[in-house]
């Protein structure tokens, strides 16, 4: 329920608070950025070479992993480190508007402390971290509106997460956008306005981790926290060309965001880790993990990370389509060119056929899930503050014909059919070993119909929202860029449904101009590790380290 509010501003006169914040922050860099633009390019990727230092460029151009090495080693000063980041964030800020608010003072002073040590406090000693706004903050005064102005300056402290990190010696440096209602596959909200990709400003950096997306494909960041419940870890990495990584729901603590609908068991979402690299993605996993964080949240699973390590060549599922939307020529060029890749290095590869699993269904049952209220919660909370719902909110809200106010025999029934749904996955899964006694490790799919879609055009979640819906753990990785001259439009193709037409009717190879192209490796439930060991191995089908 809300709470009415006692002489209440205009949305408008609100949201100049937090934007006040940011600007602020943002300005406080020094030296002052010099060299910007007057006109912003339609790819920003050429911005850090003409603004940044040499010296700050070497610097943000390596991974975690390896300024980790030098933070260790001390060749590398977290301060110094941590001011190049944040002068990266800043440029990213201008060229995409990702950030909520920069940590000039706080990081610096954290960072100056960690360089006072005689020795490294833990595995992330001195290494910046990005954080997505509604998650929490360290800071003193933290506040998180997570793109609601109904919470505009609303006191928000830490998360387990992210007190963990921070034990491990990290320097929490940006806080990054989320959409309104953190439900859209976009990232824009009325607060902070539309964040845009950085390889096309014309296309999203996607959502709901839109804003740490963003960064971290201008390399504003080598590793943040995302958040995923229908694809917003893998969606945005997948978009912007980084790696992602969505964990089985209870394996990380998420409890303590600023969110809405706490409480609900309906479906469930996850923090994760989204970077510059794959090593990073497992190192995140096992520091938090070796903190043990069932110990203060019992409701997680009780287990340390164990790395998984393949003792046979793998058995890889391709799925072409989901049997809803046929993906967009690059994904399905992308997904031939890794498959072969993988038979070429001695891999066996099968086809996933999703037709007689019904990936429809799975959606109504999930949108469903989403909603068991209707959006009554957070509808009334727009509503509350006056604000505008946006296009995007209104489409998983008010679109889906499932979301509804269900009664609690009605919502009982819902989830039966989710388990219901969930048993009939993991029965076709263990069948893929009936002939030979091998079941598939794991699932290569596409996670979106394309590359980076056009503002406001996010409209199918099924790529990335099944998984959730079977808490399947997943993870992205970037393959190609979309090719003008490969990847023409198939104008032979006669689209299958409503979802499938927009779909198609979507796609122009010009549109997507620079846009990367990641897939997706998707793995059973619980079996995280064994999702990571497989990007391992099909990253060096790929002949990469």
């Known amino acids: 329920m809300t709470t009415k509010t006692v002489a209440k501003q205009p949305w408008e006169e609100r949201v100049k608070i937090p934007r006040k914040v940011r600007d602020d922050s943002?300005?406080?860099?020094?030296?002052?950025?010099?060299?910007?633009?007057?006109?912003?390019?339609?790819?920003?990727?050429?911005?850090?070479?003409?603004?940044?230092?040499?010296?700050?460029?070497?610097?943000?151009?390596?991974?975690?992993?390896?300024?980790?090495?030098?933070?260790?080693?001390?060749?590398?000063?977290?301060?110094?480190?941590?001011?190049?980041?944040?002068?990266?964030?800043?440029?990213?800020?201008?060229?995409?508007n990702c950030l909520t608010e920069l940590l000039w003072d706080e990081a610096i002073e954290r960072a100056r402390y960690l360089d006072s040590l005689p020795e490294p406090v833990g595995p992330l000693h001195g290494l910046p971290i990005s954080t997505k706004e509604h998650?929490?903050?360290?800071?003193?005064?933290?506040?998180?509106?997570a793109s609601y102005v109904y919470w505009i300056g609303k006191p928000q402290g830490s998360i387990l997460l992210y007190d963990i990190l921070y034990d491990a010696g990290c320097v929490y440096f940006a806080r990054t956008t989320q959409p309104q209602t953190i439900m859209h596959l976009e990232t824009e909200s009325n607060i902070y306005g539309r964040t845009v990709n950085p390889?096309?400003?014309?296309?999203?950096?996607?959502?709901?981790?839109?804003?740490?997306?963003?960064?971290?494909?201008?390399?504003?960041?080598?590793?943040g926290v995302g958040g995923d419940i229908g694809g917003s870890i893998r969606c945005p990495a997948a978009h912007t060309g980084i790696y992602g990584f969505k964990p089985t729901t209870k394996r990380l603590p998420s409890s303590g965001q600023r969110t809405h609908m706490i409480g609900k068991e309906t479906?469930?979402?996850?923090?994760?880790?989204?970077?510059?690299?794959?090593?990073?993605?497992?190192?995140?996993?096992?520091?938090?993990?070796?903190?043990?964080?069932?110990?203060?949240?019992?409701g997680l699973t009780a287990?340390?990370?164990?790395?998984?390590?393949?003792?046979?060549?793998?058995k890889i599922a391709v799925q072409w389509w989901d049997g809803v939307v046929k993906p967009h020529p690059p994904m399905l060029r992308a997904l031939k060119e890794v498959s072969e890749a993988c038979k070429a290095a001695g891999m066996e590869v099968v086809e996933w056929d999703c037709t007689k699993l019904d990936h429809k269904k799975g959606w109504d049952i999930t949108a469903g899930l989403?909603?068991?209220?209707?959006?009554?919660?957070?509808?009334?909370?727009?509503?509350?503050?006056?604000?505008?719902?946006?296009?995007?909110t209104k489409f998983i809200i008010h679109e889906q014909p499932t979301a509804k106010n269900y009664n609690m025999h009605e919502l009982w029934q819902l989830v039966a059919e989710r388990d219901a749904y969930r048993?009939?996955?993991?029965?076709?899964?263990?069948?893929?070993?009936?002939?030979?006694?091998?079941?598939?490790?794991?699932?290569?799919?596409p996670p979106s119909f394309g590359a980076a879609t056009p503002h406001e055009q996010s409209r199918y979640w099924g790529y990335t929202s099944n998984w959730n819906l079977l808490d399947y753990?997943?993870?992205?990785?970037?393959?190609?860029?979309?090719?003008?001259?490969?990847?023409?439009?198939?104008?032979?193709?006669?689209?299958?449904?409503?979802?499938?037409?927009?779909?198609?009717?979507?796609?122009?190879?010009?549109?997507?101009?620079?846009?990367?192209v990641n897939l997706q490796i998707i793995g059973r439930r619980s079996y995280d590790e064994k999702v990571l060991a497989a990007l391992v191995e099909i990253e060096k089908a790929l002949g990469r380290k």
Not at 423 to 445: F, N, S
């Open 26 to 96: 943002v300005a406080r860099v020094d030296p002052p950025l010099q060299g910007l633009p007057d006109k912003l390019p339609q790819n920003s990727q050429g911005l850090a070479q003409a603004v940044l230092t040499p010296r700050e460029l070497e610097i943000t151009g390596k991974s975690a992993i390896e300024l980790l090495e030098k933070l260790q080693s001390r060749e590398l000063s977290s301060e110094e480190v941590t001011r190049a980041f944040l002068r990266r964030a800043a440029l990213a800020q201008h060229a995409t």
């Open 135 to 145: 998650h929490g903050s360290k800071s003193k005064n933290g506040v998180a509106n």
């Open 199 to 223: 390889y096309n400003r014309n296309l999203t950096p996607g959502g709901s981790s839109g804003g740490e997306s963003a960064l971290i494909g201008f390399r504003g960041s080598v590793l």
């Open 267 to 298: 479906i469930g979402s996850t923090l994760g880790p989204m970077a510059t690299d794959r090593d990073s993605l497992e190192l995140f996993m096992k520091v938090a993990l070796a903190a043990k964080p069932w110990r203060l949240d019992p």
């Open 303 to 314: 287990k340390v990370w164990t790395p998984y390590h393949f003792t046979k060549p793998l």
């Open 370 to 392: 989403y909603w068991p209220d209707g959006g009554a919660e957070v509808l009334g909370m727009i509503e509350e503050a006056g604000e505008p719902i946006l296009p995007l």
């Open 423 to 445: 048993e009939r996955y993991a029965r076709a899964w263990t069948d893929t070993g009936k002939d030979d006694g091998r079941e598939v490790d794991v699932i290569l799919c």
């Open 473 to 516: 753990p997943g993870v992205v990785f970037p393959v190609t860029t979309v090719d003008q001259e490969k990847d023409k439009k198939d104008v032979d193709y006669v689209p299958k449904n409503a979802e499938d037409k927009f779909v198609y009717e979507m796609y122009s190879p010009e549109k997507y101009l620079d846009a990367p």
